[in-house]
């Protein structure tokens, strides 16, 4: 059976009893009388000046409870009230003292000394310091006086509290549930991603770099991050967002660090700066890939020191900010290209988080769908409704490889405002979904044509790398490279390999007699060790 031990520290008031020293209660001594709660050692805490009185109290203790073994041990600071040196000397103790929790039990008395000490006792137990349990004892009521009063055991494990626990999962979830905007996503990897997100809003305080495709939701989940902060009352200053790509010569400095009056011509009147106006609170650089180099040497000293200078001026100024980096580039390849500075990527990648684009996350489209036709509905103070053949026929699409979704979340919402505003009566029938799909694809294709979005560029390298390694990316041709991505990219989108092969192959199959698409695909993708379990598998994760 394992042995109870306690650690305590002497209360130099009320263990010493004064003259009637065994006719009042007295924390330490009276834990040897409880019957039901054996005490095989005690580990008495003293500072040198109290020694006689700890060792009036050690032998009062085993004069009790002849069975149990009390000993003490000094601890050295010279004033119980000094924060940093009583949790000094309390961890030193914790580092000195040999704990064997497979055989023992272990008990921290938090009802002796003075409320510093008993608040470093409780800190240092819940940071497992002291791998124990609380233990508070309290006096006898007056009409009881001479009973060795009460005691409470508390154990710090919060599972272990039901209730607690399902407070925590409440919370938890109102949490996640904020960060998703209310939408009941389907995607496990997005839920995951979220999830995530929502331990380290609640926990880290260091700067956050979300990527992800334009319009893939980077500003709203950054403004979502800071709501939940400032819920759990992490944050008190405001949200200030600005986008990078819009900031220009010295106007970007400026904008960032604010100039004092005549810094330079034009400088009529001083500026603040989205940095200082974040204070204490949360500043979003959007597309912070942008930046100029110099502008971006003051970012990572502001970001660590929280000092910087504006423009103009020879006096620091102070900002206590959280910041969170937005940005739809690759920063790594940008700092192999010189146009962004290493040290400030290892500073801002600590939490890195990619939000997946509206093609990735076909599952969740009509969830959004949903959450859009009713954003429309407050907004148009209208109810808005889609009968099921319309719901139909747009989810098909939108799902579907034909549905492209260039700018993501922000071709998906002005899809939903067109088609609202067109709605007879506030109802979306068949012909206002077909009449935006044509629009859709005609923008698209535009797109295209124009060049203006260019599906290659950058993002196949990427592909690629989710599903080969390396060496077999370097060994293919720049000819394999593209063909190669383009099938990698509907796989991903398409719901089997039939549908996948009629897509890409879906001009030359009129002039075949038989078609076997998928049979077709499957041999393809074997030329490059793939296969569609893997590529639909990776896709999901």
């Not at 924060?83 to 064997?100: I, K, R």
């Not at 919060?158 to 904020?178: N, P, T, V």
């Not at 200053?237 to 400095?253: K, S």
């Not at 004092?260 to 912070?288: P, Q």
């Amino acid at each position: 059976m394992a042995r109870n031990v306690v650690i305590g520290l002497l209360g130099t008031t009320l263990d010493s009893g004064a003259g009637r020293r065994w006719e009042r209660w007295r924390p330490t001594v009276d834990l040897a009388r409880h019957d039901d709660f054996l005490v095989d050692r005690f580990e008495l805490l003293h500072t040198p000046r109290w020694a006689s009185l700890a060792h009036i109290v050690r032998d009062d203790f085993m004069q009790m409870s002849p069975e149990t073994k009390a000993r003490c041990h000094e601890i050295m600071f010279d004033d119980p009230w000094d924060f940093e040196q009583v949790f000094a000397s309390l961890l030193d103790f914790s580092h000195e003292y040999t704990f064997n929790p497979e055989e023992e039990n272990y008990y921290i008395h938090i009802t002796t000394g003075t409320h510093v000490a008993q608040i470093c006792l409780f800190l240092l137990t819940e940071a497992r310091y002291f791998p124990a349990r609380l233990l508070q004892t309290s006096p006898p009521p007056p009409r009881h006086r001479g009973d060795p009063g009460t005691y409470r055991v508390i154990d710090l494990d919060l599972s272990k509290y039901d209730q607690i626990a399902s407070r925590f999962g409440r919370d938890q979830a109102a949490g996640l549930s904020l960060l998703k905007a209310g939408i009941a996503t389907q995607s496990p990897a997005f839920n995951h991603l979220i999830a995530q997100i929502e331990q380290v809003a609640a926990r880290s305080r260091a700067p956050v770099l979300i990527t992800g495709p334009t319009g893939a939701g980077k500003t709203r989940l950054a403004r979502r991050i800071y709501d939940l902060k400032r819920q759990r009352r992490q944050l008190e200053g405001p949200f200030v967002e600005i986008n990078c790509a819009t900031l220009r010569g010295d106007t970007a400095m400026s904008a960032l660090f604010g100039h004092v009056r005549g810094a330079f011509t034009g400088a009529g009147g001083a500026r603040t700066g989205v940095l200082k106006s974040a204070d204490g609170g949360l500043l979003f650089l959007d597309e912070i890939g942008e930046l100029g180099l110099d502008e971006q040497a003051m970012l990572l000293r502001a970001i660590e020191d929280h000092r910087f200078l504006p423009v103009g001026s020879d006096r620091e100024v102070t900002s206590d900010f959280q910041l969170i980096a937005g940005t739809n580039r690759d920063l790594r390849k940008a700092v192999h290209a010189g146009t962004f500075r290493e040290d400030l990527l290892a500073r801002i990648n600590l939490w890195t988080f990619r939000l997946p684009g509206l093609r990735e996350r076909s599952e969740d489209i009509e969830p959004n769908l949903d959450f859009e036709l009713e954003r429309q509905t407050q907004q148009m103070g209208t109810r808005l409704t889609i009968n099921r053949a319309a719901r139909q026929a747009f989810l098909q699409f939108a799902s579907s490889p034909d549905g492209r979704w260039y700018a993501n979340f922000r071709d998906l919402t002005a899809a939903v405002e067109r088609m609202a505003t067109l709605a007879p009566g506030g109802r979306i029938n068949t012909s206002v979904v077909e009449e935006e799909i044509g629009r859709l694809r005609r923008d698209w294709d535009d797109a295209d044509q124009s060049g203006l979005h260019n599906r290659q560029a950058g993002n196949d390298s990427l592909l690629l790398q989710e599903f080969l390694d390396r060496e077999a990316i370097a060994q293919l041709d720049r000819f394999d490279r593209v063909q190669l991505a383009d099938v990698l990219r509907v796989c991903k989108t398409a719901k089997n390999l039939s549908e996948a092969g009629r897509v890409l192959f879906s001009a030359s199959r009129k002039l075949r007699k038989t078609t076997n698409d998928a049979d077709r695909l499957r041999k393809y993708l074997a030329k490059f060790d793939l296969s569609w379990k893997r590529i639909h598998g990776r896709a999901q994760k």
